[in-house]
């Protein structure tokens, strides 16, 4: 039996193990801010207990401590484990953590998550890159994960996930905007059911998720609109779409405080 390791019980990592589990993996997990043993997930208390017997260890901890949380696990893997980051996070980011990885011995893998966790679960399509990306592929595809290996270091598939962002996160507070322009004047509704049809199949669903997605998740989508704007300006293409994406999450934190 794969014996997999999840650090981070948040939304997304309990989506993971439950998913794992059923399909066969044998799970544990390591949070030292959640407790989520009542939904059946074996978490244990320890960072090491929890990667040492580990064949792949999923990191879903956020942006901001993926490498600290890497370098305080990579020295407890055994050797051969895979250290498969999924955190959004920015190029350079995922290259610290291989770097770090590489100095221990370790494989890493760079896992772009393509959808929210929240809709597919462990179902939610996959893109890595890095040097254990290929084997990554072979152990996770058994348990019904849709994950594609593309060439590439680590970091990689990161940059490709923000591209997705400053489209997906754009088109997000362009409803939202286009929305409250047309709640002022009265005519929301029709504004909502022109865009869902534009939208095609599902349309009207795409338009909720979009909206309350932004809201709910704002902290976390501004630091990843950050990092996909901060990947526009080194490319040297135009970034005016990406800035005003910016400035509309930061509205949104603004009004929290």
């Known amino acids: 039996m794969t014996d997999i390791a999840i650090l981070g019980l948040g939304e997304a990592g309990r989506h993971y193990a439950e998913g794992l589990a059923r399909a066969g993996a044998n799970v ?12 059946g997930i074996d978490q244990r208390d320890g960072l090491a207990d929890a990667v040492g017997d580990a064949e792949v260890v999923l990191s879903l901890v956020g942006a901001v401590p993926a490498v600290e949380v890497a370098a305080d696990a990579l020295p407890h893997l055994r050797a051969g484990a895979i250290y498969a980051d999924l955190n959004t996070a920015a190029p350079r980011t995922k290259q610290e953590i291989a770097r770090l990885a590489e100095n221990l011995g370790a494989r890493m893998a760079d ?21 254990a990306a290929e084997s990554l592929v072979g152990i996770l595809t058994p348990f ?28 997000a507070t362009l409803v939202i905007e286009s929305l409250g322009a047309a709640r002022a004047s009265g005519s929301e509704q029709w504004l909502r059911d022109l865009i869902a049809d534009e939208l095609g199949a599902g349309g009207d669903g795409l338009v909720d998720r979009l909206v309350s997605g932004t809201y709910e998740h704002a902290p976390r989508r501004e630091h990843e609109v950050r990092d996909a704007l901060a990947e526009l300006e080194a490319s040297g293409q135009p970034s005016d779409m990406t800035r005003a994406t910016l400035a509309w999450f930061e509205r949104i934190l603004a009004a929290r405080d």
Do not use: C, W
């Open 28 to 39: 544990r997990g390591y949070d030292p801010f959640q407790n989520v043993r009542e939904l």
């Open 111 to 131: 896992v772009a998550v393509l959808a929210p966790v929240l809709r597919a679960g462990h179902r939610t399509a996959l893109l890595a890159s890095g040097p």
């Open 144 to 171: 019904g994960v849709p994950i594609t290996a593309i060439a590439g270091a680590a970091g990689e598939a990161a940059r490709l996930k923000l591209l997705r962002s400053v489209f997906m996160k754009g088109l």
